[in-house]
T-cell receptor, first 111, second 114 residues
């Protein structure tokens, strides 16, 4: 069953603006990951944050994790048209357990 | 990073026929592989967990006799959709795990049943 809920479900912004997506989950986790998926394509792994981390950066991406609120956010700064995609959070425990995906946020960046 | 391939990338089949999808870990041994299904504009839903040398574990609501999973080696798992119907049309994605936190996803297989 799905654990995560992302909001917003859809987000449309102008190029250059920042995009923030949120994810909430229900049970305890070891890590939380964010993925990008272009229409009709496979998943691209963006970033993993462990339960003992609060914030992580990778290029234009910033991810936060608040285990007390069971929530995470993904911030994409200075967005580009190429960032247009669906973004999913996924929670996991160990490598041998499946990831549980949120419903995703469809991001449209307008040039 | 590690590479996982899927074959075929796209397949169209007639209703009532069976289709086999392969998932391979190309540069690492995967003790566990997972099969997900994604309907249009929806998220990924876990179908089953496949462990090398043992029977797959299916999620509730997934028919094990319809979706046959074989994990015969540490680098290959196959999903066979038997007696496919149009409602089985979906995007099937596998992932492979090597005991690390990160799972490596295949590029997916688009199945269309006519």
């Amino acid at each position: 069953s799905q654990q995560g809920e992302e909001d917003p479900q859809a987000l449309s912004i102008q190029e250059g603006e920042n995009a923030t997506m949120n994810c909430s989950y229900k049970t305890s986790i070891n890590n939380l990951q964010w993925y990008r998926q272009n229409s009709g394509r496979g998943l691209v792994h963006l970033i993993l944050i462990r339960s003992n981390e609060r914030e992580k950066h990778s290029g234009r991406l910033r991810v936060t994790l608040d285990t007390s609120k069971k929530s995470s956010s993904l911030l994409i700064t200075a967005s580009r048209a190429a960032d247009t995609a669906s973004y999913f959070c996924a929670t996991g425990n160990s490598g041998n357990t499946p990831l549980v995906f949120g419903k995703g946020t469809r991001l449209s960046v307008i040039a | 990073g590690a590479v996982v391939s899927q074959h075929p990338s796209r397949v169209i089949c007639k209703s009532g026929t069976s289709v086999k999808i392969e998932c391979r870990s190309l540069d690492f041994q995967a003790t566990t592989m997972f099969w997900y299904r994604q309907f249009p504009k929806q998220s990924l839903m876990l179908m089953a967990t496949s462990n090398e040398g043992s029977k797959a574990t299916y999620e509730q609501g997934v028919e094990k006799d319809k979706f046959l999973i074989n994990h015969a080696s540490l680098t290959l798992s196959t999903l066979t959709v038997t007696s496919a119907h149009p409602e089985d049309s979906s995007f099937y994605i596998c992932s492979a795990s090597s005991l690390s936190y990160e799972q490596y996803f295949g590029p997916g297989t688009r199945l269309t049943v006519t």
